[in-house]
T-cell receptor
Framework: GIQVEQSPPDLILQEGANSTLRCNFSDSVNNLQWFHQNPWGQLINLFYIPSGTKQNGRLSATTVATERYSLLYISSSQTTDSGVYFCAVEETSGSRLTFGEGTQLTVNP | KAGVTQTPRYLIKTRGQQVTLSCSPISGHRSVSWYQQTPGQGLQFLFEYFSETQRNKGNFPGRFSGRQFSNSRSEMNVSTLELGDSALYLC??????????????FGPGTRLTVL
């Protein structure tokens, strides 16, 4: 099956700093989503981005499907950005998502 | 529009028992998927239902089963619980408009502890 690798596994920032999270995948994908897992465990949708670039406030994402990677940018980080960020891909049509292992982000005040 | 709901939110069971978890998708969504999250294995796909039929299945033993009702609500059942089944179980729904768009939305999860 498809492999999804996220880097870095852990990231510690000071409030106000910028960061880039990376997701590499081993095969062509139909869909790609970025999630933020809140402290209670719920996965919050950040981006649905099988290709191209999207922005939502301080967050933006870019997926280069031909090179099999996606990037999540967080600018002017805030303590509330802390948590685990997951990249997930859907290999073929259907609804089976394969998740990376996540990036644990800690933003210190 | 209400989000995906899951019940119960927390559950404590003992080894050998069985458990049923419930998921109500976003109104209008017809696909429901289930995932298991553990510290050791991460997030793993269990199965997906669409129009009351299981379309995809992950690599889990037959103790894990599910079903979907005509209103798209889904249940998953785990029989003969083992300690290793302790996990956060997440349900996701999607409209499944076709192969070009299939964004999935997750519920808050059910945290199962097996003693």
């Amino acid at each position: 099956g498809i492999q999804v690798e996220q880097s870095p596994p852990d990231l510690i920032l000071q409030e106000g700093a910028n960061s880039t999270l990376r997701c590499n995948f081993s095969d062509s994908v139909n869909n790609l989503q970025w999630f933020h897992q809140n402290p209670w465990g719920q996965l919050i949708n950040l981006f649905y981005i099988p290709s191209g670039t999207k922005q939502n406030g301080r967050l933006s994402a870019t997926t280069v499907a031909t090179e099999r990677y996606s990037l999540l940018y967080i600018s002017s980080s805030q303590t509330t950005d802390s948590g685990v960020y997951f990249c997930a891909v859907e290999e073929t049509s259907g609804s089976r998502l394969t998740f990376g292992e996540g990036t644990q982000l800690t933003v210190n005040p | 529009k209400a989000g995906v709901t899951q019940t119960p939110r927390y559950l404590i069971k003992t080894r050998g028992q069985q458990v049923t978890l419930s998921c109500s998708p976003i109104s209008g969504h017809r696909s429901v998927s289930w995932y298991q999250q553990t510290p050791g294995q991460g997030l793993q796909f269990l199965f997906e239902y669409f129009s009351e039929t299981q379309r995809n299945k992950g690599n889990f033993p037959g103790r894990f089963s599910g079903r979907q009702f005509s209103n798209s609500r889904s249940e998953m059942n785990v029989s003969t619980l083992e300690l290793g089944d302790s996990a956060l179980y997440l349900c996701a729904s999607s409209f499944l408009a076709g192969v070009t768009y299939n964004e999935q939305f997750f519920g808050p999860g059910t945290r199962l502890t097996v003693l």
